[in-house]
């Protein structure tokens, strides 16, 4: 891999850095691939991915030197909107780490992850229109569903960038803190999670995303496998155990 670096040393989760900092880990097709490889690695391993920048930005959005070499075809491969669905529907949660800027591209990047934690130099805006193109890998969507449709309209439409504080407010990320106890800040978070049972979050995570007119028929169907689940019958048993002592 040449554009991010992977740490797999814990069985639990990956963290993974955007790795180009000379050009503030702007997003180009390299990029795109070595994560698509990634995604791969993890649909057949699942675990926590953890998902941050280097040397001060998160990444400033898609590489616009091949941004404005592509036409239409280009477009309508869906070069960047097909791995960020990709690294939505990932069997385990993705945590974005965003340190500074997360621009364009990288903007929505972070908001196909499940959790967004922030330091406190975070900055979080979608500049596509002022350079002649929409925000077309999802944050014309998914920025709705996070922040609801008039300050996304702000963001996509005039330009606005959120601080760290303006996006926890209205709960774009789910904490905020210092640049330094940022990495701490992902771990605790990945513990929590790597502390319930994998297979049930797995099956939350899918339940989520699934479309309303697919439940409750889904969540039966989920609850159904859980119920047979080794898991299940030993965590309950604890919890009565622990009750009762």
Not at 150 to 172: F, N, S, W
Request: with cysteine; aromatic share 4%; charged share 25%.
């Amino acid at each position: 891999m040449s554009t991010i670096r992977i740490d797999a040393s814990r069985p639990d989760r990956v963290h993974v850095t955007l790795a180009r900092p000379e050009v503030k880990n702007a997003i180009n097709a390299e990029m795109v691939a070595e994560l698509h490889e990634l995604c791969a690695d993890l649909e057949r391993d699942p675990r926590i991915l953890v998902l941050g920048g280097s040397d001060g930005v998160f990444a400033s959005g898609a590489d616009i030197a091949e941004l404005r070499e592509r036409r239409g075809p280009d477009a309508l491969a869906g070069v960047n909107s097909g791995l960020f669905v990709r690294i939505a529907a990932l069997p385990m949660p993705v945590i974005a780490v965003i340190d500074g800027w997360a621009l364009g591209g990288g903007a929505e990047l972070a908001y196909a992850a499940d959790f967004r934690i922030a330091s406190t130099t975070a900055r979080i805006g979608n500049p596509e229109t002022s350079l002649g193109i929409t925000a077309a890998a999802g944050a014309t969507w998914r920025l709705v569903e996070l922040v609801g449709e008039p300050l996304a309209k702000e963001i996509l439409l005039a330009g606005r960038v959120l601080t760290a504080q303006e996006a926890l407010a209205v709960r774009l990320v789910n904490e905020v803190h210092e640049p330094a106890d940022l990495a701490a800040a992902a771990d605790r978070l990945a513990d929590r999670i790597a502390a319930q049972d994998p297979l049930a979050v797995r099956w939350t995570k899918s339940l989520i995303h699934t479309p309303r007119d697919e439940h409750p028929a889904a969540d039966n169907a989920a609850q159904a496998v859980l119920f047979e689940s080794e898991q299940k019958l030993a965590r309950m048993t604890a919890f009565l155990d622990r009750r009762q002592r």
